[in-house]
């Protein structure tokens, strides 16, 4: 497994860490600050599923019209991440 973190821009959370498997799916999904029951359940969600389905499926989910969300800036992570992996 892979760890990542990613410092996120625009909304409530500052940080979303994360680990990846030699499959690419996702594991341990921790959101630093932000609402914490909705941004636990988004952890439990993705728990085991693969980053590129997750990142397409959340890419552009906006929060209150600010252009972004916690969900969107966890698949700007995931996509950083996957582009990370195969440098």
Same mark, same amino acid.
């Given at each position: 497994?892979?760890?990542?973190?990613?410092?996120?821009?625009?909304?409530?959370?500052?940080?979303? *860490? #994360?680990?990846?498997?030699?499959h690419? $799916?996702?594991? *341990?999904v921790? #959101?630093?600050?932000?609402?914490?029951?909705?941004?636990? !359940?988004?952890? $439990?969600?993705?728990?085991? @599923?693969?980053? *590129?389905?997750?990142?397409?499926?959340?890419?552009?989910?906006?929060?209150?019209? $600010?252009?972004?969300?916690? !969900?969107?800036? #966890?698949?700007? !992570?995931?996509?950083?991440?996957?582009? @990370? $992996?195969?440098?």
């Amino acid at each position: 497994m892979t760890a990542y973190s990613y410092k996120t821009t625009g909304v409530c959370s500052s940080e979303i *860490r #994360f680990e990846l498997d030699e499959h690419d $799916k996702i594991h *341990r999904v921790q #959101f630093i600050g932000g609402c914490p029951g909705n941004l636990l !359940a988004i952890g $439990k969600l993705v728990e085991g @599923e693969d980053a *590129r389905k997750i990142s397409t499926l959340l890419d552009g989910n906006d929060c209150a019209g $600010k252009g972004t969300s916690c !969900a969107d800036q #966890f698949a700007k !992570a995931l996509k950083q991440a996957l582009a @990370e $992996k195969t440098k």
